[in-house]
């Protein structure tokens, strides 16, 4: 009897040993936040003090070297245990097998029901199987200075053509010096800007990233060039598009040295603080037959060299739980996932969120192959850059694109 005493006492210490392994857990978060506001703070002391065994510890690292810097940190054994993740990344983190399923935790969480309708399918993983939790979405669309549309007598370009003759009309020498000092359109050809140019060449009927000679057909090839002429025919890019990255961008308009760029409604509230009414939006334009603009995601993941993947899983949970979901999106700008908090929404004016909704029939995302990666990352903006630069050929160009997504 003492010995079955001692053998259960034992079993029982070893037990409680084995339930303290994760009793104090720490989750390495990696995100990237464009917006001053971070709520991050806010959000991991209530995290906390509702799980006061687990620790958050969050890196907000650089978008401009994101990517790179997670793809290393994984390869080296260094990932973090959570992160931000947006969906042109997914097939090639599965093909890392760096992400961890969450399909099980996704049945038993009782916020699942509170997710918009289809935004999970649209998330799956190439497999089939889920790997993303949606943490925010938008839609891009054309921002616009309403005041110099007016001053101009003209309207937001409905198509290509109107685009162009906006640009050109709003390509202006206002000090007189002899030089341009205000353009038609801020273009974003550092990286990021890859939607820019997919508005504008995707848009046109024949031309695909992941069909047969969807790149290099000549309605392909002329609707690049088109972009290109912007630049060097035209005039109506700043200078420094080739280089220009989001906040290149947006600072430009803003202080009303470009007249139209595209961007998200994350972005929104900041455009309106700064310019009141003089800011507007409207979908992009159609070009070519069609239209293209993205949509774009933000999502979590957890992964699968994570010390303690429950402890991650409620981190990530959280940040996509009803009203921690809707303060996340308060600083970043972007829109809610979930049903509860979109109902009421106010932290966007009218005409932005109007923008949005009559941009998602039309949204797009970039094709799911480990491909979009490398095109997002290197391949475009490179390509983009030297083709701006007049180094290579607008046939030059997507070739290279197409090479890369024909190697799949």
Excluded at 37 to 60: C, S
Excluded at 201 to 208: C, I, K
Excluded at 225 to 251: C, K, T
Aim: proline content about 5%; hydrophobic content about 40%; glycine content about 8%.
């Amino acid at each position: 009897m003492r010995r079955a005493l001692k053998i259960l006492a034992l079993a029982a210490s070893v037990s409680a040993m084995a339930g303290l392994a994760h009793a104090d857990s720490t989750v390495r978060f990696w995100y990237h936040f464009d917006n001053p506001d971070n709520p991050m703070d806010e959000l991991i002391a209530k995290f906390e003090e509702q799980n006061p065994e687990i620790t958050i510890e969050a890196e907000n690292v650089p978008w401009n070297s994101y990517y790179d810097n997670l793809y290393t940190a994984i390869v080296g054994g260094g990932a973090p245990d959570a992160a931000m993740v947006k969906l042109f990344a997914q097939p090639r983190l599965v093909e890392m097998g760096a992400l961890e399923p969450i399909d099980d935790w996704l049945a038993n969480w009782k916020g699942k029901d509170d997710l918009l309708d289809n935004i999970l399918d649209i998330n799956a993983g190439p497999d089939g199987s889920q790997y993303y939790l949606p943490v925010q979405y938008v839609v891009l669309y054309l921002y616009y200075r309403a005041d110099m549309f007016e001053q101009a007598g003209l309207e937001p370009p409905a198509t290509c053509e109107d685009f162009l003759t906006a640009a050109q009309t709003l390509t202006q020498d206002t000090d007189g010096d002899g030089n341009n000092d205000v353009y038609g359109f801020g273009f974003r050809g550092g990286k990021g800007g890859h939607d820019h140019w997919a508005s504008l060449v995707l848009s046109h009927d024949g031309v695909s990233l992941d069909e047969d000679g969807g790149l290099t057909n000549e309605t392909a090839i002329a609707a690049n060039q088109w972009v290109i002429d912007l630049h060097r025919e035209h005039g109506v890019f700043p200078p420094s598009a080739p280089n220009d990255g989001f906040q290149e961008i947006i600072a430009a308009f803003q202080q009303g040295r470009t007249a139209m760029t595209i961007h998200h409604i994350g972005s929104s509230n900041a455009m309106a603080e700064a310019l009141g009414e003089k800011v507007s939006a409207a979908p992009v334009p159609q070009c070519g037959g069609g239209r293209w603009t993205a949509f774009g995601d933000e999502s979590l993941a957890v992964f699968s060299s994570a010390e303690d993947k429950e402890a991650a899983w409620k981190w990530i949970s959280f940040l996509s739980s009803s009203e921690n979901n809707a303060l996340f999106n308060e600083a970043t700008g972007q829109l809610p996932v979930t049903k509860s908090d979109s109902e009421n929404w106010q932290n966007h004016e009218a005409r932005f969120v109007q923008a949005t909704m009559d941009s998602l029939p039309f949204a797009e995302t970039l094709p799911a192959t480990g491909a979009t990666s490398d095109f997002v990352d290197n391949v475009w903006p490179r390509a983009m850059q030297r083709a701006l630069l007049g180094e290579i050929t607008s046939e030059h160009m997507m070739r290279e694109i197409e090479k890369l997504y024909a190697s799949e």
